[in-house]
Structure formats: C-alpha cells, structure tokens
T-cell receptor
Framework: DADVTQTPRNRITKTGKRIMLECSQTKGHDRMYWYRQDPGLGLRLIYYSFDVKDINKGEISDGYSVSRQAQAKFSLSLESAIPNQTALYFC?????????FGPGTRLTVL | GDSVTQMEGPVTLSEEAFLTINCTYTATGYPSLFWYVQYPGEGLQLLLKATKADDKGSNKGFEATYRKETTSFHLEKGSVQVSDSAVYFCALKSGGYQKVTFGTGTKLQVIP
C-alpha cells in the first residue's frame, strides 16, 4: 500500500463550490505539506504543518484552508472554488531530509 | 529568500545519449540539495541528495555533485533510457527550516 494517499484523484467542480481534498499517510511523520503544481511554475507551497497543533501558511495560501485532524491526516479545502485554482495538488510528508509525495489530485474548476 | 533555478525544458534526447540538467541555487547557510523525479501520472519521488559541499549523490545511474563555489547541483547521466522520460526537479532545504524550495522542473523525453 502507498505511504501517502490522496482522495479524490480527479475532481471537476464549478465556480463557487466548496471542495475538500484529503491526504492520509502511514509513514508516522509529523510534518505534512500541501503543494499545487502548475505548468511552468513548478511546485508552490500552500500550507504546511509541523504537528497537529502547528499549521502555517505557505507562499500561496489565499483562497485555501487546511485541517490537521490527526498526525496521519491533513485536509485542504477550497471554500469557494475559482477557475484559477485549476491545478494538480500534492500532499507530502517529510522525514529527516526527504519529502514523500502522494499521487496527486487533479482539480478542474469550471 | 531561497531560490532554485534550473534549465527550461523540454529536453529531448536519443536513447544512450548523455544527459545534463543544470541547477543553481541561492540560499542562506548550508542547504541540503535534492533531485526529485516525477514520472507521468505520479507524485514526486526522491532521486538523489547531497547534504554538504563536494558530496556526490547518486542513484539509478544519475549523479549530481554539490558545488558550493558555483552554487550548483547539476544532474548527469551517462546513458539515458526511454524509461528515464519524466520531469526532474531540483530542490533545496535550508539549515533548520523544514520547508523545501523547488525549481520549476525540467521535462526529459528520451526517444528510441
């Protein structure tokens, strides 16, 4: 089984809808991250969490919120989706040096 | 702040050709440096890393040397295969910070 899982893998939604992307990990890591990937822009950090009680904004947090329900679970929400949030979203955990990524969620906002 | 600059792609090579993907960085202190690879439809995975100057990271025939004097971490492979077709990301992690800064990625396509 994969160490980092994301659900859903694909989602199409409409402008203004609330969307939640979920991430679960079995690596036992405290540190978790949400990124978005856009062509030509690489990965940009949305939010990160060093433990259940420590959540921090990344470089592009506007329009997003997160919840760290447990060490193993870190969810990303789009309160009111807009078309420029169409992207590939990745969750990751971090060990000593290495980040471990989930398979990604492809989100399309119409 | 920290930044990573890598060569733009796409890079198209014939099988068995030599590969170089350039990466330079700006960071405070002494960062750890990484190359991650993203195969089609998958998340990123660590390819190799180096944690101090002059270290060489290597994996699956790929190599990169941490060059502090030129602030570079270029990725090389002597003979690429079709299965190496992927997007390659250079990245760094500074000192005590737990955030990783990624480059924009370089797409490699290897043709038979």
């Amino acid at each position: 089984d994969a160490d980092v899982t994301q659900t859903p893998r694909n989602r199409i939604t409409k402008t203004g809808k609330r969307i939640m992307l979920e991430c679960s990990q079995t690596k036992g890591h405290d540190r978790m991250y949400w990124y978005r990937q856009d062509p030509g822009l690489g990965l940009r950090l949305i939010y990160y969490s060093f433990d259940v009680k420590d959540i921090n904004k990344g470089e592009i947090s506007d329009g997003y919120s997160v919840s760290r329900q447990a060490q193993a679970k870190f969810s990303l929400s789009l309160e009111s989706a807009i078309p420029n949030q169409t992207a590939l979203y990745f969750c990751a955990t971090q060990g000593l040096d290495t980040q471990y990524f989930g398979p990604g969620t492809r989100l399309t906002v119409l | 702040g920290d930044s990573v600059t890598q060569m733009e792609g796409p890079v198209t090579l014939s099988e068995e050709a030599f590969l170089t993907i350039n990466c330079t960085y700006t960071a405070t202190g002494y960062p750890s440096l990484f190359w991650y690879v993203q195969y089609p439809g998958e998340g990123l995975q660590l390819l190799l890393k180096a944690t101090k100057a002059d270290d060489k990271g290597s994996n699956k025939g790929f190599e990169a040397t941490y060059r502090k004097e030129t602030t570079s971490f270029h990725l090389e492979k002597g003979s690429v295969q079709v299965s190496d077709s992927a997007v390659y990301f250079c990245a760094l992690k500074s000192g005590g910070y737990q955030k990783v800064t990624f480059g924009t990625g370089t797409k490699l396509q290897v043709i038979p």
